[in-house]
């Protein structure tokens, strides 16, 4: 079956914000990419992409001060098959530098959720 993905993120930023996302289909289902979700910006604005440590793909902006939407859509080949379960796995509490940052850009930035 193939699956339909996108989003489309509002931000409202009183200043230039600097963002780091990461919204792409995981780098294990490139295989599997039939239409890929390359991100779009309005105002059109530099993206820096890169890998993190971790092999995931990630994205560096600095939203200017206004209005910035960020949108992405693709489609992707999938067996419709539940994600295999790694039960002997532990969760761990994270380091808190990921969610200070979140917290810093929910101060920056007011999100408005566009629904399609």
Do not use: K
């Amino acid at each position: 079956m193939q699956i339909r993905l996108g989003y489309e993120l509002v931000y409202d930023c009183p200043q230039p914000t600097p963002m780091l996302l990461m919204l792409n289909v995981h780098y294990t289902r490139v295989s599997d990419v039939v239409v890929p979700d390359h991100l779009v910006t309005s105002p059109s604005i530099p993206i820096r992409a890169f890998r993190d440590g971790f092999g995931n793909w990630c994205s560096r902006i600095v939203a200017p001060a206004g209005r910035t939407r960020l949108s992405a859509s693709g489609i992707v080949n999938d067996t419709g098959e539940p994600d295999v379960v790694a039960s002997e796995t532990q969760q761990h509490a994270g380091l808190g530098r990921a969610d200070g940052f979140r917290s810093l850009v929910r101060s920056l930035c007011r999100r408005q959720v566009v629904h399609l």
